[in-house]
């Protein structure tokens, strides 16, 4: 079965670096994948949407890295800030659906 | 302007009640989701309608049925509430299937 994996600790970073936060999943093959922020009490708001025949998409501050090979997204956010702290959704398309299936998320913690 | 809007935000019934959660999204999208989120925040895709008629359906015990009565509403209606179906209820719209998705704030349902 379909199975996403997003790393389950919270990542802590410093401000001013770079968070880089991982998604990966198993069995099938998606379409796209999107990233989502989630701040607490409130719905997710989409960041990120990036293809399968694309490499990288960037806005702003954030990238996104999507490696079909490997079956894995990568998120990235520099000049990290206090402000940036939430939890991260990995979304990728559920496997011929064209719905996303969402990754339990990661928080992430910005120090200042 | 709302893009999407729940109500009620909060709600608290006892076992064997039935409630309704009411969902409108001014943005003109064609396809809207419902979605539960535990206490663990796995967001799991309950239904979804496309130009009102219901396109995903996942394993989701009868006694939740949803209601699209037109494009831009998609009420959710709960007979019979048990304890395990206490959770944040979120609805989305998104353009078409494939697009990024809008969320409303959340409907926190709480049984007792």
């Known amino acids: 079965s379909q199975k996403i994996e997003q790393n389950s600790e919270a990542l802590n970073i410093q401000e001013g670096k770079t968070a880089t936060l991982t998604c990966n999943y198993t069995n099938y093959s998606p379409a796209y994948l999107q990233w989502y922020r989630q701040d607490p009490g409130r719905g997710p708001v989409f960041l990120l949407l990036i293809r399968e025949n694309e490499k990288e998409k960037r806005k702003e501050r954030l990238k996104v890295t999507f490696d079909t090979t490997l079956k894995q997204s990568l998120f990235h956010i520099t000049a990290s800030q206090p402000a940036d702290s939430a939890t991260y959704l990995c979304?990728?398309?559920?496997?011929?659906?064209?719905?996303?299936?969402f990754g339990r998320g990661t928080s992430l913690i910005v120090h200042p | 302007d709302t893009a999407v809007s729940q109500t009620p935000k909060y709600l608290v019934t006892q076992m064997g009640n039935d409630k309704s959660i009411k969902c409108e999204q001014n943005?003109?999208?064609?396809?809207m989701y419902w979605y539960k989120q535990d206490s663990k925040k796995f967001l799991k895709i309950m239904f979804s309608y496309n130009n009102k008629e219901l396109i995903i359906n996942e394993t989701v015990p009868n006694r939740f049925s949803p209601k699209s009565p037109d494009k831009a509403h998609l009420n959710l209606h709960i007979n019979s509430l048990e304890l395990g179906d206490s959770a944040v209820y979120f609805c989305?719209?998104?353009?078409?299937?494939?697009?990024?998705?809008?969320f409303g704030p959340g409907t926190r349902l709480t049984v007792t």
């Open positions: 979304a990728p398309e559920g496997g011929g659906s064209y719905i996303p299936t």
């Open positions: 943005l003109g999208h064609d396809t």
């Open positions: 989305a719209s998104s353009l078409e299937r494939s697009y990024e998705q809008y």
